[in-house]
């Protein structure tokens, strides 16, 4: 069994609880997940199975999610989850104050990440320092933010902004949250989070633990295939079976490719199957395709090449 699923996170749980219990579901040990999710979010989270976790770090990069920033208070963790350091009635704030800010964020920016997240400094999560009460000087990050749309606006002595956010991957919310709130002088924090999109997985198409647990018990469950997650990568079919048994055996063939410089495409058998992932790179004045990720196993490429997956 190999292949992703599109799983739409609960609140209150951490992504390694996702992680576990698909594995208990499916009752297989390899499971793994992209891009993490703070416990108080909720949304997408993209999980590989089996060999496809192999595949994770060739997802596409970019994230999406709907946002609530409370402003007039702050929070050791930048959102409602951590202790509250300080509030202030700031009911005179208005949104054409905050849109004149707003542009700041877009871009390639330098973000400090929260002081409780899972990055790592001489080899120690962040979050595990911080509460163990050692300061920690957080290292800046350059992330990338492409679009920032307006939603909604609530106001009142804490006033809230809906923000849909679309940016890179690494890119924190909290931190958005925190720093709009520091430029506005008001002090801002992460009320509530919504991944709607990341690694090419969209929240419109997710499933819940429930849907998910019904599924497998009526034996209606399918995992995503492969090729499916992979789409954003060009493919190239192999001309032969005998490239095909090469190529699966880790050996480089010759190929036809426009692009010829350290590409990655989606490697085909010449009767449809999914192979795995390839390398073009330019070999005594020809482009040859190296291995990267060989999936398919010997039975499938000579016994039944024709199934897809």
């Not at 009635?89 to 929260?114: H, S, W």
């Not at 633990?209 to 209606?220: A, N, P, R, Y």
């Not at 190529?247 to 795995?276: D, K, M």
Request: with cysteine.
């Amino acid at each position: 069994m190999q292949g992703f699923l599109n799983l739409n996170k609960p609140a209150g749980w951490t992504s390694h609880d996702c992680v576990a219990r698909v594995r208990r579901l499916l009752k297989l040990k390899r499971v793994g997940h992209a891009g993490t999710l703070d416990p108080a979010a909720v949304g997408v989270l993209p999980l590989a199975v089996g060999k496809a976790t192999r595949l994770l770090q060739f997802l596409p990069a970019q994230k999406a999610y709907r946002a609530t920033i409370r402003f007039g208070m702050t929070t050791t963790t930048d959102d409602l989850e951590g202790e509250t350091l300080t509030t202030q009635n700031v009911a005179e704030l208005n949104l054409e104050q905050i849109r004149t800010i707003l542009p700041k964020f877009l871009g390639k920016i330098e973000q400090i990440p929260p002081r409780y997240s899972a990055i790592q400094v001489d080899g120690k999560r962040l979050y595990d320092l911080a509460r163990q009460g050692k300061a920690v000087e957080v290292p800046k990050r350059t992330v990338e933010v492409f679009q920032l749309d307006v939603l909604g606006w609530n106001c009142g002595e804490f006033p809230e902004l809906q923000l849909a956010i679309t940016c890179g991957a690494g890119t924190y919310i909290r931190s958005i949250a925190r720093d709009l709130g520091e430029m506005l002088h008001t002090g801002g924090t992460l009320a509530h989070l919504v991944r709607t999109h990341s690694s090419g997985f969209d929240l419109t198409e997710s499933l819940t633990i429930e849907v998910l647990e019904s599924q497998i018990k009526q034996g209606t469950f399918q995992l995503i295939p492969p090729s499916t997650a992979l789409k954003h990568l060009e493919a190239i079919t192999l001309s032969s079976v005998e490239d095909a048994k090469r190529w699966c055996q880790g050996q480089a063939v010759v190929c036809q490719a426009e692009n010829t410089t350290n590409s990655i495409f989606r490697v085909y058998h010449p009767e449809g199957l999914f192979l795995g992932l390839g390398q073009t790179v330019l070999l005594d004045s020809q482009t040859v395709l190296k291995p990267q990720i060989v999936l398919a196993d010997q039975s499938q490429v000579f016994l039944n090449p024709g199934k897809a997956n």
